[in-house]
């Protein structure tokens, strides 16, 4: 048994890790959705949060915790610089507006050649990210959303996701709890940069353009809004879905694309939908 653990962590070590990271980018896009923002630089700010952690591990011998609170820092920072102008805006205008974000980060590392390797990208960066790491990061941070989401913070999210005008007459600070979530995603989008940056020994600046903030995007639609539980689902399902179907080959993209839409088009609210759930056992029961 202790064999068999061992081969099969010597081959998917990588890509179990590779559930947590992807896990904590589709709750860091659950705390703008949760409060009615469809703001996608979650990307960028995982670059960020990459690019800042790997630079102080290779050039300083940095500590690794000081690593990493500088990989949420960072991207946290550059929230806050750009949530003032870009936050007033909503719906399509916010998601092209943080896309062109995610743009302008992509070219600047592309032409900081001198400092984040350019094209190239930084390579030898030291594997200091164990398992205990990422379970511990998902595991804090699933611990301190929860207790976010019951809060009065949650609350006044939900009111501004539901009705942004009815909150703000009712006395919520609209533009604070919306900077607020934006930050706090930033961050958790740079922890999970930088806990992959030195995992995968390598980084580049095609890891962190459109592709990838679609695909945080939809892990956290798949899975669902209406509960912590769903997006975590849909980043095991998204990491997941191209390993199951490797032996498809040039297949594989055609058929995990059908897989993906038949989801969305019976299960609108995701996966995990709690409501839906007890419609169900409420039928259950009461025909029982």
Known sequence: MIDWFNNFWAVYSNLVLSLGTNALLALSIYLTLACGMLAIANAAFMGIGAYTAAL????????????????????????????????????????????????VVRIVILNADSITGGALGLNGIPQLTQW??????VVVTLALLGRLRRSRVGRAFESIKEDETAAGLMGINVAGYKMLAFVLGAAIAGLAGALNAHLTFFIGPGEYGFDRAVEILTMAILGGIGHLGGPVIGAVIITLLPELLRSLAGFRGVVNGFILVLIVLFLPKGIWDPARFRQWFGKSGRQA
């Open 56 to 103: 102080l591990t290779v050039n300083y011998g940095a500590p690794f915790p000081l690593v990493l609170a500088a990989g949420m820092a960072a991207p946290a920072l550059m929230a806050f610089l750009i949530g003032k102008p870009t936050l007033r805006l909503s719906g399509v205008y916010l998601a092209m507006a943080t896309l062109a974000f995610g743009e």
């Open 132 to 137: 205990w790491h990422v379970a511990l990061a």
